[in-house]
């Protein structure tokens, strides 16, 4: 006989009680030793492929960033910022923000794109950059078919009211500098087409054309600390801007200088989460947590509402289980 649903609650117990059994299970996580895309074995004759780049796999340091989201979710914000801080000490170096002078290469080869350094875990497609191109439409086919198109005018509205926001924002911004680009041999002019060099990482034809892995990220460095600072605001104004500084500084940003109130802390806060998950999809839990209103464009905002952020039920969810749909 088919369960009744569980509850949001019940649902995030089991997943702490899977994530804090991974701890235990993944305390000698070859991760520790040998980096995100390190070798773990110790002989080719006994080659394990799971003990190979743990970086792309659900590892120790994932496991531990996921409690800290997890508790946010709980609203355990006291929680939520002992796994963050024990994340950032035991990571060290394994887990580390992307180096600002390779971003400086001159050529892409040289640049890590998509922060991998930073991943705390991630999604490996070698497709990565066959679905970016048409989503994107990056190359200009199907232009105006796709969901998002980066041309010129979206290039200067991201630049005016995303990264380039007073004032917070900079054009400097190491993120817009360099995740946003024209494919070579373009004419130029109104009808650009731009590359989202985030998520261009490519292995199709089986050639590696930019100098870093084809991943998506499960959870990112950026967000540990964006935890760190989000658990503080209320509590420590100072100590919140820290953590949210630390990040700003990586991305070639100016500290934010305080002191800030509450509401004005989380609304930088919210902005630098939206220019570093871009394209990832993960802004949009993090505005269903917070209740938060959505920028749209040019000031405009949709006000947080449960019909944007509670999807209905299937119906075959009612239809195969003991389940009773409500009538409404």
């Known amino acids: 006989m088919s369960q009744l649903f569980n509850t949001g609650e019940e649902l995030l117990t089991y ?16 991760i520790k030793v040998n980096g995100r895309r390190g070798d773990g074995n110790q002989s080719p004759l006994n080659y394990y492929d799971v003990l190979n780049y743990r970086g792309g796999r659900m590892n120790y340091y994932c496991a531990l960033g996921l ?41 892409d080869m040289g640049k890590d794109l998509n922060y991998s350094s930073e991943m705390l875990g991630a999604l490996y497609t070698n497709k990565l950059y066959t679905y970016t191109n048409q989503f994107f439409s990056m190359e200009g086919e199907n232009a105006g078919k796709r969901t998002v198109v980066i041309n010129d005018n979206l290039y200067s509205q991201w630049m005016t009211e995303i990264y380039g ?11 817009f500098r360099y995740w946003f680009g024209i494919p070579e041999g373009s004419g130029g002019g109104i009808n650009n087409y731009y590359y989202f060099k985030k998520l261009h990482a490519a292995y199709d034809g089986g050639a590696l054309t930019l100098g ?15 935890i760190a600072c989000e658990t503080q605001i209320g509590k420590n104004n100072e100590v919140a801007l820290g953590y949210l500084n630390d990040v700003r500084r990586t991305r070639n940003l100016e500290d ?22 871009i394209g990832e999809g993960r802004m949009f839990s993090i505005y269903k947590r917070l209740f938060w209103p959505i ?19 299937p ?11 409500p009538n409404i």
């Open 15 to 30: 997943a702490e009680r899977d994530l804090k059994h991974a701890l235990e299970l993944m305390q000698n996580d070859p």
């Open 67 to 107: 409690l800290a989201r997890l508790e946010m979710l709980r609203q355990n914000p006291d929680e939520a910022f002992n796994y963050a801080k024990r994340m950032m000490e035991e990571a060290g170096e394994v887990i580390r923000f992307v180096d600002q002078q390779a971003m400086q290469s001159s050529t």
């Open 165 to 175: 926001r007073i004032p917070d924002g900079s054009g400097a911004d190491n993120r």
């Open 212 to 226: 870093h892995y084809p991943e998506l990220p499960i959870m990112r460095l950026s967000e540990i600390y964006y």
């Open 256 to 277: 934010l200088e305080g002191p800030l109130d509450d509401d004005l802390l989380k609304e930088f806060l919210v902005r630098e989460m939206r220019k570093d998950f």
């Open 295 to 313: 920028y749209v464009k040019a000031g405009k905002t949709i006000e947080p509402d449960e019909a944007y952020f509670v999807f209905p039920i």
């Open 315 to 325: 119906d075959a969810e009612y239809e195969y289980t003991n389940n009773e749909k």
